[in-house]
């Protein structure tokens, strides 16, 4: 059989429209085929002449027009030997028939049977998924190029924080703003998981910066610093805490520790580089 699809319709039967002979690979029917009463059906598909006697002929129509079936191949089941003809008025019905599964069944193994915009509902395909081609492992570990990972693996992975990255190329990315607003009192609170890239406008003398969620082993943070109106604000890196560790002070190059610009709107940028949470300081200051 051919690899192919075959149409079909529910009930549809009409008779020949004129006499058909042994050898014609055209014939016409006293009504078109539809798929419902009203709308026509696409070839390829199958009929069977005279369905209920011993002349019983199946035909396989893989063009028409109308009532017209212009490009016929007759009795596809190998049924008559030497070939027969039919008669005007004889019964010509859609039924399901053997060749039928026999062309699925060829779609299936030779790899042309297609899902196309088709959504499939099974319940045992929704939560049934499983053996070797699926693979739950919360690590991820194993680089498989040949399985599928299960949902709960894939959560588990991700809620892990497991974001190691190695010898990785970004571009076009962005860091999330960590925006402190202007500050309210002499205490700034910085929390790094909330980004690490912070933006501060200051309003007072800051004496205490207070840091949290600060990774224990190394961190970075780049701070951006500007002068109210008033300007001359001073920050203090002698009162620091890091992970409620408090009263460290920052590091700087030669001890040199820091003096903001001073004139109003001056904008100077900080980078805080935490090493075992202990922060070193460096600093551009007076950008214009």
Known sequence: MTAQQINYSNFFETTLDGNVGASD???TLSAAPTTNG????EA????VINPDNAKREVILVTAFSGVTMSTVERDKEGRHSPDIGHTDGDIVRMAVVGEMFEDLHDQLTSGTLELTNKTLTSPVLNTGVSGTAVLDEDTLSSNSATKLA???SIKAYVDSG???MANKILKDYAETENALGTTSGTTLSINLALGNCATVTLAHNIDDIDFTNVPTDFATLTLV???DGTGS????IDEITVNADAHQTAKTAGGAGLTLSTAASAVDILTFLFVDETPYLFSQLAFA
Request: charged letters at 10%.
């Open 150 to 152: 299960t949902q709960q």
């Open 38 to 41: 009203t709308n026509a059906i």
């Open 233 to 236: 604000r001073t920050m203090d």
């Open 225 to 227: 610093v500007t002068q």
């Open 25 to 27: 690979t055209n014939l």
């Open 162 to 164: 497991a974001t190691t």
């Open 44 to 47: 390829p598909f199958y009929l």
